[in-house]
């Protein structure tokens, strides 16, 4: 556990396992009331913090288990989504759980409730627009395997909406939780940075022609929107924009802050790159506060953030 003010780590718990076969190594961890949820692409672990115990299950379709739904054999945990606070609890009074999976072979999407309790899946409306999505992939056949540009829709749960952002593109899309109707869609138009990132050529023409690494690197570069966070404190919604890198990997780009307020309404747009050269476009919002990374350390052996203030 890192406590993100004073930068102390301390150890928690540790898990008791034979390996190396067995050991768990999870992309994505939710902290609940009672419980710690550590998910993996293929499994998912749950800690009780009161008696330390500890249980596991593989999220795949097995003869173990009799699930009505599951991963199949080609499908992975992506990405895992929970309320904007963790704090906040949904309409029957307990933390609720998204995931995001998607098919090695297809790249199909599926949007999921997870029962982290009784460990169960519903499938639910896909809370994103799917030709959009299309628009942007970009896959290379390498022979034998492929590879392709990497993202997914961001989605934001917060009270009875899904709000879901993209990044590749200065749009929010916000859909009914419950019905899965789209309530709101809204491509914003910027004076500081482009809108959207380059489309691949061959999606926008039909044309057959194969893409290759490159492709996926110039697409990579370009100008990448962040996902959408809450502050609640002041009641709005920010992301960071980092524009189309040229020359420097490190540091031939820009980043900006956008600002908007309950209603989706931008309030105002801004260079943080104008007040602070020294700002990558790493980051992580950590018990509402943003922390940005500096482009440049000082010592190998330490870690330097900006923690962004936005004053009423």
């Known amino acids: 556990m890192i406590d993100f003010e004073s930068l102390v780590v301390e150890e928690v718990l540790q898990l008791d396992q034979d390996g190396p076969s067995s050991v768990f190594s999870p992309t994505h961890i939710v902290d609940t009331e009672k419980y710690w949820l550590f998910f993996d692409q293929f499994n998912y672990a749950r800690i009780n913090k009161f008696n330390h115990q ?4 593989s999220l795949k379709k097995s003869k173990d288990r009799d699930w009505e739904i599951a991963f199949s054999d080609l499908e992975f945990l992506k990405e895992v989504f929970t309320l904007s606070n963790n704090s906040e609890l949904d309409e029957n009074g307990t933390e609720t759980v998204w995931v995001l999976s998607q098919d090695m072979r297809s790249d199909k999407l599926r949007f999921l409730h997870f ?3 009784e460990v169960e899946f519903q499938v639910l409306p896909s809370p994103w627009e799917s030709d959009l999505i299309e628009d942007h992939i970009i896959k290379v056949d390498l022979g034998g395997a492929s590879l392709r540009n990497q ?3 961001m989605i934001l749960p917060i ?4 709000i879901t952002t993209y990044s590749f593109k200065n749009q929010i899309d916000v859909y009914d939780k419950n019905s899965g109707e789209l309530l709101f869609k809204e491509l914003f138009q910027s004076t500081l940075f482009k809108n959207e990132k380059e489309r691949p050529i061959s999606n926008l023409n039909d044309q057959q022609r194969g893409f290759d690494k490159e492709n996926i690197f110039d697409w990579n570069l370009d100008v990448e929107f962040s996902q959408l966070y809450y502050l609640k404190e002041i009641d709005k919604y920010i992301r960071l924009i980092r524009s189309e890198t040229e020359g420097s990997i490190k540091r031939g ?9 309950s209603e989706m309404n931008l309030d105002y747009e801004l260079s943080l790159s104008e007040i602070n050269e020294d700002l990558s476009f790493e980051h992580y919002f950590v018990n509402n506060h943003l922390y940005i990374k500096a482009s440049n350390n000082e010592s190998e052996d330490k870690l330097k953030f900006y ?6």
């Not at 500890?54 to 299950?57: A, G, P, S, T």
């Not at 009270?159 to 899904?162: S, Y």
């Not at 780009?253 to 307020?261: E, G, N, Q, T």
């Open 159 to 162: 009270q009875n909406k899904f």
């Open 151 to 153: 993202f997914s829709p």
């Open 115 to 117: 029962d982290f309790v």
């Open 253 to 261: 780009f820009k980043v900006f802050l956008s600002i908007y307020d």
């Open 54 to 57: 500890v249980e596991k299950w």
């Open 307 to 312: 923690k962004l203030k936005i004053e009423h």
